[in-house]
C-alpha cells in the first residue's frame, strides 16, 4: 500500500451561499486511481474546482490534507507546484499567449519551487518535443496561442500535454471524456496511462462509464447530492451505467 | 473664469511676445496671419473635443523659453532604440542640436533636416509644404504652435525616394532652471512613390514641469508609404499636447503607431485627410497611465473619395487612478463610396480608481460602405488568471502574461523592428514596475512605473 497523498474530510463549500458540497470524506493513496461518478448538479465540478483552488467557491467546513500539507490554506499556483493538477472541463481560451510561452514561465516557476536549475532553451524544446510525442498532440498546436480556436478534442489533448509537461503527483481530471469522439477519447486515456506510476495517483471525475474502459480504476465513488454516497470497485461503474443514476437516488432515499 | 492659481492666457502668452522670436511663421506674433488670441481660448470642458481632458493642471505653471542644453552622446546613446540604425535629428528644449544630428541633403533634394534650415536654405520647398495641410488653429495649442514655434523636424522626400534607414527623432525636454515649454513644428513630404519610415520620441532629463507642443504636417503622396511612430516617454510632471495632420493622395499608405508610455498630461490628435482615391491609413495605438496621468487620443478620419480604407486599434491599460480618453471619428462623405473602415478600441481597468472614456464614432453619408466600430473596457479576466494559476504561474506572472497578450496584436503590428521589440521589453518591465535607465527618461527624471498587483 502507498502512502496517503490527498485525505479529504468533512468538506462543505458553498457558492453564493447556496450550499453544494456537503460532508465529503476521501482518500486516495499513491498508485492508485479514483473515479467520482454521478449525476449533473452533484457536486462532482465543485469537488475538482475547490481542489484546485477556484476561488468563487467557498469552503465553510472541513480539512484537506495533499501530501500531509494543508492544500486548503495553498494559492492555487502553490496547489500546481506542490503537485495538484486540475484539467479543466472547459480549457479557457488565452488569445496572445502561446503554448510553449505559457508551459516556459510555467515549468520555470515548478522547478524554481522544487529548487532545480532553470531548463536551457534547447532543453526545455527537448522536453516539450518529448512530452508531445508521449500525448500525440500535433507539434503545430504548440505555437498557437493557448486553446484558441481549438477544438473540443484538442482542448482535451492540450490539457493532457500540459499534465505530462508538469508530471503532478495528483491528477484531477474534471469530465475529461465530455465532448471526445471515440478517437480522441482514446488518446487522450492512453496519455493519461502513460502517465501514470506508482507513487501519482489520478482523480476521474466523469459523468459517464466510458472513460473508464480505458483509464480502469481502482475505487469508484458514486456523488449525489454534495456527499459520497456509494464506494465500490469498478462494477460499480457498469452497474451504474446499466441501473442509471435512478437507481442511487432511490437507494439513497431508502 | 479662471480657477485659483490658474495663469490667464494673457500671461501665458506674455513669455511669446515679450522678446521678439524669429519664429517658422517669420512675423514675431499671431498678428496678421488669421491667428487672433483674442478669440481663441484655452481649450474647456465645455467644448466636445475636450470634455475629458482638463488642462487646469497645466495652467498651474508659468513656463518660459527654457535653454538649449548641452547633451553628450553618450546620454542621447541611452535613449537611441537598440539595433536600430537611423538618421538622427536631436532637439532639447525646442532648440535643434546639430553635432548630435544627422543631416541629409542629396541630389534630388532628399531632405532630414531641422525646420528652421530648411527655410533659410530651401525657401521654395519650405513654402510649399509648410501650413499646407490646413493645421493651424484647431485650438489654443495649434495656434500657439503655428504663431511661435521655432524649429522641427523637416523630411522631404523626392519621387520615388526611398529612405535607406528609418529617421529617429529625438525631443529632450528639460525643465532644470525654469519651467520650459517646447514647440516643435514637423514637416514631412513624402514624393510619389516614396517610402520612409520615421520615429518621433520624447523624453525627460529631468524631473520637472515641461510642457511640449507638437504639430506635425504630413503629405503623402500618391502611391507613397510612409511610416510614422510617435513614442511618449517624458516624465511624470511633463505634459504634452501632440497634434498631427496627414493629407493623402491617390493610392497612398500612411500608418501611424503611438505609443504612450509616460507623461503627465499627454494629449494625441491624428487627423487623416484622403484627397483622393485608393488610399489607406492604419492607425495603431497603444497607452500605459499610471498614477494620475492622463493620456488622450483623438483621432479624426475623413474618407472624402471612394475606394479608401482605414483601420484604428488603440489598446490601453490604465492602473492606479490614472485616466484614458479614446475619440475616434470617421466621416465618410457622399463621394466616398466603397469606403472600407474598421475602428476598435480596448481597455483593461487595473483599479476600481482607473477610468476610461471611450468614443468610436461613424458618420456616414455615402451608401456603399463597409464600416465597423467597437469599444470594449474590462478587467482582467478571472477565468484566465486562474486557469495559469492553476499550472503554477504566480498571480503576477499571469498577469504580465494576459496583460502583454492583451496588447500583443498592436505590438506586433509595429513595423520598425527595433522600436517592437524596445516597447515588448519596456512594456514587461512597466508590468513588473522595474525601472528602466534612459529609454522613457533619465532615471532621475523617473519615479518608477508601480507594478501591477
Known amino acids: 500500500m502507498g502512502k496517503t497523498l490527498l485525505k479529504i474530510e468533512n468538506l462543505n463549500a458553498t457558492i453564493e451561499g447556496k450550499s453544494i458540497l456537503k460532508g465529503i470524506n476521501l482518500e486516495i493513496k499513491e498508485g492508485e486511481v479514483h473515479a467520482i461518478m454521478g449525476p449533473n448538479g452533484s457536486g462532482k465540478s465543485t469537488l475538482a474546482s475547490v481542489l484546485a483552488g477556484r476561488e468563487i467557491f467557498e469552503v465553510t467546513d472541513g480539512h484537506v490534507e495533499f501530501m500531509g500539507k494543508d492544500l486548503l490554506s495553498m494559492a492555487p499556483e502553490e496547489r500546481s507546484r506542490e503537485g495538484v493538477f486540475l484539467a479543466f472541463q472547459y480549457p479557457i481560451e488565452i488569445p496572445g499567449v502561446s503554448i510553449t510561452n505559457f508551459m516556459k514561465a510555467a515549468v520555470s516557476q515548478h522547478r524554481e519551487h522544487k529548487g532545480l536549475e532553470p531548463l536551457s532553451p534547447s532543453e526545455f524544446l527537448k522536453l516539450m518535443k518529448e512530452k508531445k510525442e508521449l500525448v500525440e498532440i500535433e507539434a503545430k498546436l504548440a505555437n498557437r496561442a493557448v486553446n484558441e480556436g481549438f477544438s473540443g478534442g484538442e482542448k482535451k489533448k492540450n490539457e493532457v500535454f500540459q499534465m505530462a509537461m508538469l508530471e503532478p503527483k495528483l491528477a484531477i481530471l474534471d469530465e475529461t471524456d465530455s465532448g471526445l469522439d471515440i478517437d480522441a477519447l482514446r488518446i487522450v486515456a492512453n496519455g493519461v496511462n502513460k502517465l501514470k506510476n506508482s507513487e501519482n495517483a489520478t482523480l476521474v471525475i466523469t459523468h459517464y462509464q466510458r472513460l473508464l474502459d480505458y483509464i480502469v480504476p481502482d475505487v469508484v465513488h458514486v456523488l449525489y447530492d454534495g456527499k459520497i454516497v456509494k464506494t465500490g470497485g469498478k462494477e460499480l461503474a457498469l452497474e451504474l451505467e446499466e441501473k442509471g443514476y435512478d437507481w442511487i437516488k432511490k437507494e439513497v432515499q431508502v | 473664469m479662471a480657477l485659483k492659481n490658474q495663469i490667464s492666457k494673457e500671461d501665458f502668452l506674455a513669455v511669446f511676445r515679450d522678446e521678439p522670436i524669429n519664429t517658422l511663421l517669420g512675423t514675431n506674433g499671431d498678428n496678421g496671419n488669421g491667428l487672433n488670441f483674442t478669440t481663441i481660448d484655452f481649450p474647456n470642458k465645455t467644448e466636445e473635443e475636450w470634455r475629458h481632458t482638463s488642462i487646469n493642471k497645466i495652467l498651474q505653471h508659468r513656463f518660459g523659453l527654457g535653454k538649449t542644453v548641452s547633451l553628450d552622446k553618450k546620454t542621447v546613446d541611452l535613449f537611441t532604440i537598440p539595433g536600430l540604425d537611423a538618421y538622427r535629428l536631436v532637439f532639447i528644449n525646442g532648440y535643434y542640436n546639430p553635432d548630435l544630428s544627422d543631416e541629409i541633403e542629396k541630389a534630388g533634394k532628399l531632405l532630414v533636416k531641422s525646420s528652421a534650415k530648411v527655410k533659410k536654405e530651401h525657401p521654395e520647398i519650405f513654402n510649399k509644404y509648410y501650413k499646407s495641410t490646413d493645421l493651424g488653429s484647431e485650438n489654443f495649442f495649434t495656434t500657439l504652435n503655428t504663431a511661435y514655434a521655432t524649429n522641427g523636424s523637416f523630411i522631404y522626400?523626392?519621387?520615388?525616394?526611398?529612405?535607406?534607414?528609418?529617421?529617429?527623432?529625438?525631443?529632450?525636454?528639460?525643465?532644470?532652471?525654469?519651467?520650459?515649454?517646447?514647440?516643435?513644428?514637423?514637416?514631412?513630404?513624402?514624393?510619389k512613390n516614396s517610402k520612409a519610415q520615421i520615429v518621433n520620441s520624447f523624453h525627460s532629463l529631468t524631473v520637472n514641469y515641461t510642457l511640449t507642443n507638437v504639430a506635425t504636417e504630413i503629405i503623402v503622396d500618391e502611391n507613397a508609404f510612409l511610416n510614422f511612430n510617435i513614442f511618449q516617454g517624458e516624465g511624470d510632471d511633463a505634459f504634452q499636447m501632440n497634434h498631427t495632420k496627414v493629407f493623402q493622395h491617390r493610392n497612398s499608405n500612411f500608418s501611424s503607431h503611438t505609443i504612450t508610455l509616460c507623461g503627465a498630461i499627454v494629449r494625441n490628435d491624428i487627423h487623416i485627410k484622403h484627397l483622393d482615391e485608393g488610399c489607406e491609413t492604419n492607425?495603431?495605438?497603444?497607452?500605459?497611465?499610471?498614477?494620475?496621468?492622463?493620456?488622450?487620443?483623438?483621432?479624426?478620419?475623413?474618407?472624402?473619395?471612394?475606394?479608401?480604407?482605414?483601420?484604428?486599434?488603440?489598446?490601453?491599460?490604465?492602473?492606479?487612478?490614472?485616466?484614458?480618453?479614446?475619440?475616434?471619428?470617421?466621416?465618410?462623405?457622399?463621394?466616398?463610396?466603397?469606403?472600407?473602415?474598421?475602428?476598435?478600441?480596448?481597455?483593461?481597468?487595473?483599479t476600481k480608481y482607473a477610468k476610461v472614456n471611450s468614443k468610436?464614432?461613424?458618420?456616414?453619408?455615402?451608401?456603399?460602405?463597409?464600416?465597423?466600430?467597437?469599444?470594449?473596457?474590462?478587467q482582467i479576466d478571472k477565468e484566465a488568471l486562474f486557469y495559469l494559476q492553476s499550472r503554477g504561474i504566480d498571480r503576477r506572472n499571469a498577469e504580465t502574461l494576459l496583460l502583454s497578450a492583451f496588447l500583443s496584436d498592436v505590438i506586433e503590428n509595429i513595423q520598425v523592428e527595433p522600436l517592437k521589440i524596445l516597447v515588448k521589453l519596456l512594456i514587461n518591465k512597466r508590468l513588473k514596475g522595474e525601472k528602466v535607465e534612459g529609454q522613457c527618461s533619465m532615471i532621475e527624471a523617473c519615479h518608477g512605473c508601480d507594478p501591477i498587483d
Not at chain 2, 490604465?318 to 471619428?329: E, P, Q, R, Y
Not at chain 2, 468610436?360 to 474590462?378: M, N, R, W
Open chain 2, 157 to 191: 522626400l523626392p519621387d520615388n525616394a526611398v529612405l535607406d534607414k528609418p529617421v529617429h527623432i529625438i525631443n529632450f525636454s528639460d525643465g532644470q532652471d525654469s519651467k520650459t515649454i517646447s514647440q516643435y513644428r514637423n514637416v514631412f513630404y513624402a514624393g
Open chain 2, 283 to 350: 492607425l495603431n495605438g497603444l497607452y500605459l497611465p499610471d498614477r494620475e496621468q492622463h493620456f488622450d487620443n483623438h483621432i479624426f478620419v475623413h474618407h472624402a473619395k471612394p475606394h479608401g480604407t482605414s483601420n484604428q486599434i488603440y489598446k490601453g491599460i490604465i492602473d492606479n487612478k490614472a485616466s484614458a480618453v479614446f475619440l475616434g471619428k470617421v466621416l465618410v462623405d457622399r463621394d466616398a463610396q466603397k469606403t472600407l473602415a474598421a475602428q476598435s478600441n480596448r481597455n483593461v481597468l487595473l
Open chain 2, 360 to 378: 468610436p464614432q461613424l458618420e456616414i453619408y455615402a451608401d456603399d460602405v463597409a464600416c465597423s466600430h467597437g469599444s470594449t473596457t474590462g
